[in-house]
C-alpha cells in the first residue's frame, strides 16, 4: 500500500485554479522529484500534504489515515497526528535566530515532551554529525553560511522522526557552490532509504537520487515516471519544452 495516497486534489484562488485533479502516490521509501516552471502549482501541492494550504476538494491518505477525504478534512487533533509523520524543509531556513544551531535542533522535541532531555540531546549530537555540523553546535544562525542553515533545518525536521520527508526547493535560495552540500545530504537520507518528495529546479539531483519524476505544469500533472523516461525521453510536448530550457 502507497504511503501518500492523493487523489483528485483541487484547490483554487478566486478563479485561478492552482491545483487540477491531482492525483498521484507514493511508496515506501520512494524519492519523488516534482519538476515544473514556476506558478505551476508544485509547492501548493506539497504544502497541501502537511496542511499548510487547505485544499478545496479531493483526498489525501497518509498512512492508514486521511488527512482530508473528498474534501472534508479529518479533525484537529487527527491532522496533527498525521501531518507529524511528515518533515517539511522550505525554501527559506526559518530557522530561529536567538536559539544556537543545537537549540533550534531541541526545541520543537522538547515541547513535544515525549522522550528524556538526555534522548533529545543524544539525537542531535548525531544529526549534527550526520550534517556536518558537530563544530557549529553553540553557533547562531547569523553566523552560519546559507548551506550550513539548510542543512541544519533539514536536521531540525529529522528531530521530529518523520516517516515522509517533504522539501520545496531546498537548493533555491543558495549560491550554485553551497548547493552541493545540501543536495549531498539529501542524498545520504535517500541511501537511508527515506521517504522523499522533493520540489526543485535541479535535475541532476532527479535523475541521479530519485526513482520518479513528476512534471507539473499549469496546476496539472503532465507527466510521471522514471527519471530516465521523463528527463531523457519525454512524451507530452509541455515536458520536451520545459527541460530544453532548463537543460540549457
Known amino acids: 500500500m502507497a504511503i501518500i495516497e492523493v487523489s483528485n486534489l483541487k484547490k483554487s484562488y478566486g478563479n485561478l485554479e492552482v491545483l487540477k485533479q491531482i492525483t498521484f502516490d507514493v511508496n515506501k521509501n520512494d524519492v519523488v522529484a516534482v519538476i515544473g516552471p514556476s506558478g505551476s502549482g508544485k509547492s501548493t501541492m506539497l504544502r497541501s500534504l502537511v496542511h499548510l494550504e487547505k485544499i478545496d476538494g479531493g483526498s489525501v491518505r497518509v498512512g492508514n489515515d486521511y488527512l482530508v477525504k473528498d474534501g472534508a478534512y479529518a479533525k484537529p487533533q487527527e491532522i496533527k497526528t498525521i501531518t507529524s509523520k511528515m518533515g517539511m524543509v522550505f525554501q527559506h531556513f526559518n530557522l530561529f535566530p536567538h536559539l544556537t544551531v543545537r ?27 550526520k550534517i556536518g555540523l558537530t563544530d557549529r553546535a553553540s553557533a547562531y544562525p547569523s553566523n552560519l553560511s546559507g548551506g550550513q542553515k539548510q542543512r541544519v533545518a533539514i536536521a531540525r525536521a529529522l528531530m521530529m522522526n518523520p516517516d515522509i520527508m ?39 539531483f532527479a535523475m541521479e537520487v530519485a526513482n520518479r519524476v513528476i512534471f507539473m505544469d499549469n496546476g496539472e500533472i503532465i507527466e ?22 532548463s537543460l540549457k
Open 103 to 129: 537549540e533550534n535542533l531541541e526545541l520543537a522535541p522538547k515541547l513535544v515532551k515525549k522522550e528524556t532531555a538526555a534522548e533529545i540531546s543524544k539525537r542531535s549530537t548525531e544529526l549534527l554529525g
Open 166 to 204: 517533504l522539501f520545496d526547493e531546498p537548493t533555491s535560495a543558495l549560491d550554485p557552490e553551497l548547493t552541493g552540500e545540501v543536495l549531498q545530504v539529501m542524498k545520504s537520507l535517500a541511501e537511508e532509504h527515506m521517504t522523499m518528495i522533493v520540489v526543485t529546479h535541479e535535475m541532476g
Open 224 to 245: 510521471s515516471g522514471h527519471p530516465s523516461e521523463v528527463l531523457s525521453n519525454p512524451q507530452h510536448e509541455r515536458t520536451k519544452a520545459f527541460l530544453n530550457r
